[in-house]
């Protein structure tokens, strides 16, 4: 959730983000800004970004794949960045970051994998009026799918299977959605494609705080 008490110009929010961008590209191999600087919206109140880091094959018992350790030292030691949550061993949860320099301003980086990319980066850029009715919809959709542990699931029966969304073009097939530009991405817009592509009626439950 936004923290409206600070807010900054779209241009200044851009030039911050593309710092931040700047410092984890080596360190990635994608990274991309997201929330309302992606939606360029004229006041901006935090910045997101979404990045997939570097993948190891951790050692053990059980090998798994984990964020690269040198991403995991550059969020840990950098000296613009404090972070906030830390999840080392789990690729599908975000890294919290805020700056030191303005304890207001609120920079988010969710990491995760490259096939995750598609989904996170929709989720991410919102707006939630968006997100929201996007999740509903998708058990309403021709081919029932589901958003499940930061990955898009095809329901069949009893059964799920694992979608691969490594962009948003993916994730819109993935649906049978027409692709939905970043600046049309709002509830009626989405209901109404819904609608025309063969979903069936869902029920928006949104988030209170």
Not at 83 to 107: C, E, M, Q, Y
Request: proline letters at 7%; a positive charge; charged letters at 25%.
């Amino acid at each position: 959730m936004s923290d409206h008490s600070f807010s900054m110009p779209l241009a200044k929010a851009e030039a911050v983000a593309a710092i931040v961008a700047e410092e984890l590209s080596p360190y990635c191999t994608a990274v991309h800004v997201a929330g309302s600087v992606r939606r360029r919206k004229p006041v901006v109140h935090d910045i997101d970004l979404v990045v997939c880091p570097h993948l190891r094959m951790s050692t053990g018992r059980k090998p798994r794949l984990v964020w690269a350790p040198e991403f995991l030292t550059k969020m840990q030691t950098c000296e613009r960045w404090l972070l906030g949550n830390k999840h080392p061993s789990d690729t599908t949860k975000a890294f919290t970051v805020h700056s030191r320099k303005d304890g207001r301003l609120k920079i988010q980086i969710f990491a995760c994998q490259p096939d995750q990319l598609g989904w996170i980066l929709a989720l991410r850029t919102g707006p939630e009026d968006f997100t929201t009715p996007l999740v509903s919809i998708c058990k309403r959709r021709p081919i029932p799918h589901c958003f499940e542990d930061g990955w898009l699931w095809r329901m069949e029966g009893d059964e799920r299977e694992k979608v691969l969304t490594p962009d948003e073009a993916t994730l819109f097939r993935a649906l049978q959605l027409p692709f939905i530009e970043v600046n049309d991405r709002y509830e009626r817009k989405l209901m109404e494609l819904h609608a025309a592509t063969g979903g069936t009626k869902a029920e928006i439950r949104y988030r209170t705080y």
